[in-house]
């Protein structure tokens, strides 16, 4: 790997600071920029580390009910945390594997934005808010495309606030070698809405499944979703799984996770 | 370069390491201990297993300055203070859970990381805690065992597949 310079910020205005050269890059948990730099498909030549930034970590309630987790809080500490809920809890203890959910950040996967990564997924169907330190970003609008977010140079995710839906679900169909979502699907069923958002099978990155949510909305049932089925145009093509099994998958997850959260 | 001190099986070590030195590679080639294992330097195999601040994670995926001021703890500082096997190591050795013995230290650090959090696993649980590490001859069955068995429960209803 390249050599840089490396900084370790007490404090998100410090971190700012540090990331206004033009070079210079956030290093989260690093289990996804460690080994991307390893391969000199990254060369910045500052890496500002967030891991020493207190304001960044932890999980806590807020007044309207909802949960602000800390863009710095590690995949073992969201798995672990009294105040997660079932959907939230259960993708965070399957993300990876043990050593990677002590270093991984919930910020880091955000920002990151990997099609196949967990994350997404439950941000966009619980329509989380991505503040960063300039902003609120909703999730709607945060994830633009595979890799891609609406996150400025140099813009670091703060924490995610999450509406507590009243049952929800992440069902992965894993990729056995890297523990990625071959397709995985969260669900979650706030009374009045359901929200379906899946991760790994599309070109496109995560994406909302609008036709099994409308019909979901009309009658929350597995039985609802039976005839639908989901275009494999855009889904993505690989030696584990073709466009055609991913849309199929997409369809058995979705069922899986409705069950699940009745 | 830049001046790091962390804290290695209870003694305190300081070197001077470039923003790109791994923390395996400060382990192993500045303080030489090299009992934690480099397998695959891509994150997936766990031989460079350690605990850093009491939690497991891959010593090829960390920079060394990031672990400035932590408390380490490798394979080597693991035997009883009598410098005997502790219980997970005899426990591996009384029930043949290494052959090559390459990925060992990674396994003895995910199991010691285990039995922290949950003293009683099932052998499911055990399984799953696993799945970051990789090993290329038991099969992980004696592996399985040897931890099961380290934990003080009874082996003898795990079935060889």
């Known amino acids: 790997m390249y050599n840089f310079e490396f900084k370790q910020p007490k404090t998100i205005s410090d971190a700012v600071n540090a990331l206004v050269s033009d070079e210079a890059q956030a290093l989260g948990g690093g289990q996804t920029l460690i080994p991307t730099m390893k391969q000199r498909l990254a060369n910045p030549s500052t890496l500002v580390s967030l891991t020493a930034i207190s304001e960044m970590k932890g999980i806590c309630k807020n007044d309207d009910g909802s949960i602000s987790i800390g863009g710095g809080t590690t995949h073992a500490d969201v798995a672990s945390h009294s105040d997660t809920f079932f959907g939230l809890k259960t993708l965070a203890e399957k993300i990876g594997d043990a050593a990677v959910r002590n270093r991984g950040t919930i910020g880091g996967s955000l920002a990151n934005n990997d099609p196949a990564a967990c994350y997404p997924a439950a941000a966009l169907s619980l329509g989380a808010t991505i503040v960063t330190n300039s902003r609120e970003i909703s999730a709607d609008v945060f994830f633009q495309g595979m890799f891609d977010t609406a996150l400025e140079e140099g813009e670091i995710i703060v924490s995610v606030k999450f509406p507590v839906p009243s049952s929800s679900s992440y069902q992965k169909f ?83 996770a409705v069950v699940s959260a009745s | 370069m830049s001046n790091v001190t962390m804290t290695v099986n209870g003694k305190t070590v300081s070197g001077s390491v470039e923003g790109r030195t791994l923390l395996v590679e400060f382990i192993r080639n500045d303080l030489h201990l090299t009992g934690t294992h480099v397998g695959c330097d891509t994150s997936q195999c766990g031989a460079c297993a350690i605990h850093v601040d009491g939690k497991l994670v891959k010593a090829c995926t960390m920079f060394a300055l990031e672990a400035n001021g932590a408390e380490v703890s490798t394979i080597e500082g693991q035997a009883n203070d009598d410098g005997s096997l502790n219980v997970i190591q005899q426990a591996f050795k009384d029930h043949h859970g290494l052959q090559c013995g390459f990925c060992t230290p990674g396994m003895v650090m995910a199991a010691s990381a285990l039995l922290k959090a949950n003293p009683k696993p099932s052998e499911l649980e055990i399984r799953e805690h696993l799945e970051g590490n990789i090993c290329r001859c038991t099969g992980y069955h004696n592996i399985v065992k040897a931890i099961l068995a380290a934990s003080g429960q009874d082996v003898s209803s795990i079935a060889a597949e």
């Open chain 1, 174 to 256: 894993v990729q056995p070698a890297s523990r990625f979502a071959m397709v995985g699907v969260f669900l979650s069923n706030f009374g009045n809405e359901t929200r379906v958002a899946v991760t790994g099978a599309s070109e496109g990155g995560v994406f909302r499944w609008s036709e099994a949510e409308a019909a979901l909305n009309k009658t929350f049932s597995d039985n609802s979703i039976k005839d639908l089925s989901i275009d494999h145009k855009d889904m993505i093509k690989d030696i584990h799984a073709s466009k055609e099994y991913r849309a199929h998958l997409v369809k058995v997850m979705t069922k899986r």
